[in-house]
């Protein structure tokens, strides 16, 4: 059972909207990613959270926009939806070990699809 | 810079045949590596790992994937295939060590199974 949970996971809106796709986990993780899956299935990282009042830019330039205010949630908002930001938005997380070092792995919501017509 | 390959966006093979899934990487420091796997309108999910120690590493599902210093590779592989087992594969890579952990994923592999 999912302990990383995203909403909406489809919504489809029209260009010039605002949104904002909710990501909370439930695992006390202080690290957390969105990932952008295009329809050709590459994972790019966007944003990543090292922990509350932490944000950074990822690989792939986006005109999104996070905030990370409390540690289990971390939403990403567009301000104006265009159909060019049409795509899967993955949320993942991950933690850390005593020693400030961890293992790797990510563990992953099922993701929001959205569509901007 | 570090960076994944996976060779054949699409593999297909009959039920019961085994599996091999291809995954390169470069890194200029010993890597973690990893494969996700990702079921129609799913998240990802972790399929196995490699940190350290034992280069060969067994999943879930039946896969395993073993870590070849010397070909930079880390294939996927399962005996015996299932129909289950039609799903999206993602090889990662992660050099990081501390603070957050980037992952660097190929594009994936789109696996079918014939009956």
């Known amino acids: 059972e999912a302990d990383i949970y995203q909403t909406p996971r489809y919504l489809v809106i029209g260009t010039g909207k605002k949104i904002t796709l909710e990501c909370s986990q439930t695992m006390g993780h202080d690290k957390m990613y969105w990932y952008q899956q295009d329809p050709g299935m590459e994972l790019h990282l966007i944003h990543y959270?090292?922990?509350?009042?932490?944000?950074e830019k990822g690989d792939l330039s986006s005109e999104s926009t996070v905030s990370r205010i409390r540690t289990e949630h971390f939403p990403l908002t567009l301000e104006s939806a265009r159909p060019s930001h049409t795509s899967q938005y993955l949320c993942a997380s991950s933690p850390s070990l005593k020693r400030g070092y961890n293992t790797g792995e990510l563990f992953f919501g099922e993701g929001s699809r959205l569509t901007v017509l | 810079a570090q960076s994944v390959t996976q060779l054949g966006s699409h593999v297909s093979v009959s039920e019961g045949a085994l599996v091999l899934l291809r995954c390169n990487y470069s890194?200029?420091?010993?890597?973690?590596l990893f494969w996700y796997v990702q079921y129609p309108n799913q998240g990802l999910q972790l399929l196995l790992k490699y940190t350290t120690g034992a280069t060969l590493v067994k999943g879930i599902n039946g896969f395993e994937a073993e870590f070849k210093k010397s070909e930079t590779s880390f294939h996927l592989t399962k005996p015996s295939a299932h129909m289950s087992d039609a799903a999206e594969y993602f090889c990662a890579v992660s050099l990081a060590r501390q603070g957050a952990q980037k992952l660097v994923f190929g594009q994936g592999t789109r696996l079918t199974i014939n009956p």
């Open positions: 959270s090292y922990g509350v009042n932490s944000t």
């Open positions: 890194s200029s420091v010993p890597p973690y």
